[in-house]
């Protein structure tokens, strides 16, 4: 079965300075796909990164760029030059499959919170 | 249209009463998903249209809980005979097509006391 896992509960990040968040994943899908969503405590999910499994390259989005390796199974997001504006709930996600259903599967989340 | 939309916001209820939450996805997306999240949790699935038809649904999804979508626009989901376990914050999301990401609401968060 597919399964997201996110060992990091909370993390704290100095403002401007870099950070890892990270995700391992479990699925025997050939094709999948890898997101990243940010929860602030409004609640909405806010699309951030997505990473075929096909893909080659690394994806990037600004200041965020998602570092995967297919061998180990993970999909770390990173976050270059921290703001404020970051601390919130960061959820790693899954699509299962060839995308039939769009179905996500999601991690437990991290909290980061970014210090001034 | 700049997003998906969820009606009511928060809403509070007694044990044992039916309540309703209303979903508007992006105007042109015809895939709607409902999840629900609950406290320290990732939001996990609980059903998906695919214009108006219903094509999956979780295990989740108990007797008690229906989802509609009867125009392909606009969705329901209803829980009747409510109880405090259904208390979570519940989703709403809507994709344009496969292969791309999904576009979530603010979600409802449901209390059952």
């Known amino acids: 079965a597919q399964k997201i896992t996110q060992t990091q509960p909370g993390m704290f990040v100095q403002e401007k300075e870099a950070v890892t968040l990270d995700c391992t994943y479990d699925t025997s899908d050939q094709s999948y796909g890898l997101f990243w969503y940010k929860q602030p405590s409004s609640g909405e999910m806010i699309f951030l990164i997505y990473?075929?499994?096909?893909?080659?390259q690394n994806a990037t989005e600004g200041r965020y760029s998602l570092n995967f390796q297919k061998a180990r199974k993970s999909a770390n997001l990173v976050i270059s030059a921290s703001q404020l504006g970051d601390s919130a709930m960061y959820f790693c996600?899954?699509?299962?499959?060839?995308?039939?259903?769009?179905?996500?599967?999601f991690g437990t989340g991290t909290l980061l919170a970014v210090q001034p | 249209d700049t997003g998906v939309s969820q009606d009511p916001r928060h809403k509070i209820t007694k044990r044992g009463q039916n309540v309703t939450f209303r979903c508007d996805p992006i105007?042109?997306?015809?895939?709607l998903y409902w999840y629900r999240q609950t406290l320290g949790q990732g939001p996990e699935f609980l059903t998906y249209f695919q214009n108006e038809a219903q094509l999956e649904k979780s295990r989740l999804l108990s007797d008690r809980f229906s989802a509609e979508r009867p125009k392909g626009s606009f969705s329901t989901l209803e829980i009747q005979r409510t109880e405090q376990g259904d208390s979570a914050m519940y989703l709403c999301?809507?994709?344009?097509?496969?292969?791309?990401?999904?576009?979530f609401g603010q979600g409802t968060r449901l209390t059952v006391v």
């Open positions: 990473q075929g499994s096909y893909d080659e």
């Open positions: 999301a809507s994709s344009l097509q496969r292969n791309t990401e999904a576009f």
């Open positions: 105007s042109e997306h015809n895939r």
């Open positions: 996600a899954m699509r299962e499959g060839n995308g039939a259903t769009n179905k996500l599967i």
